[in-house]
């Protein structure tokens, strides 16, 4: 559904300004020579950890779908490799592309912390992070506007573990109970 929408752009766009995130190994060798190398392999291997509904896997298929999972596969058509997904968690997804154990990560936010260990590119899409909760919980008040009117002692946040939203949401949070849990599912 994506894809087609973005083919276009992508082929206009040099890959080059297209990485998601490169290591600082990548970032010493000329941008050039770093793409060479995906090309000389054959593979471009794209470190996926699940964020519904930009990066999701079928537990049946193990097939790829979503916004960034089709970005993978055009940078790879551009770059004319085979595009490889690679299991990761958000806790993880710097540090492997640091070692090296895929190319790009896909669907990885930039905050200070990870720009000083990654090279990020301009970003493929902007998007708010949100908090659902159910309308007749009596501990959380209908006309609740911000985060302020949920931080409440008695209320538990939960959120995906090491995600820009566990980030975002414990930056701002004082009194709630976080529960960070370590998948989506």
């Given at each position: ?9 992508l082929?206009a766009?040099?890959?080059l300004?297209l990485?998601?995130?490169?290591s ?8 050039e ?15 996926a950890?699940?964020a519904p ?29 085979k ?6 968690t ?5 540090a492997?592309?640091q ?7 896909l ?6 912390a ?71 599912s």
């Open positions: 559904m994506f894809r087609n929408v973005m083919t276009s752009a082929r766009t040099a890959a300004a990485a998601v995130g490169l600082t190994t990548a970032m010493a060798e000329t941008a020579g770093y793409w060479q190398g995906v090309q000389k392999s054959g593979t471009l291997r794209c470190g950890a699940v509904p930009y990066v999701m896997r079928d537990p049946a298929s193990g097939e790829y779908s979503g916004f960034f999972a089709d970005l993978c596969r055009e940078f790879a058509e551009v770059l004319q490799v595009p490889e997904f690679v299991d990761t958000w806790d993880n997804i710097v492997g592309l070692a090296g154990k895929w190319d790009v990560s669907a990885l936010n930039r905050t200070p990870r720009a000083m260990a990654v090279q990020f590119s301009v970003p493929a899409m902007e998007y708010q992070i949100s908090l659902a909760y159910n309308k007749d919980n009596p501990k959380i008040p209908a006309s609740a506007a911000s985060v302020a009117d949920i931080d409440k002692a008695d209320v538990t946040l939960a959120v995906m573990s090491g995600t820009a939203q566990d980030k975002a949401i414990s930056a701002a949070v004082k009194t709630a109970t976080m529960l960070r849990l370590p998948t989506y």
